[in-house]
């Protein structure tokens, strides 16, 4: 079992309130159950956050390392205007 370590906080009366009202509607047997989840749930969106990053990092370089020449902002705009006119035809033909 981990151990425990017991820490007073400070929170905004709306935030007491929601905690209050969250242990007594039962959805958590404490105030110190309901703040542990929320600090895990915390944690683990930022170990998300990072996750994500790296992969932002990772393609990035891989973008900078690749040795195809790259495309002209021309070039981008007539490929997504020629996307978007196949998208809206295909949705007039679906419909």
């Known amino acids: 079992m981990k151990r425990l370590e017991k820490l007073d906080v400070m929170v905004p009366a709306d935030l007491a309130e929601m905690v209050r009202a969250r242990v007594a509607a039962g959805e958590f ?6 703040v542990g989840e929320a600090l895990r749930l915390w944690q683990e969106r930022d170990a998300n956050l990072d996750e994500a990053f790296e992969e932002v990092r990772a393609g990035i370089q891989q973008a900078l390392a690749d040795p195809r020449p790259s495309i002209s902002d021309e070039e981008v705009r007539r490929s997504l205007e020629e996307l978007y006119a196949a998208t809206v035809k295909a949705r007039g033909n679906a419909a």
């Open 29 to 34: 047997a404490s105030d110190s159950d309901l």
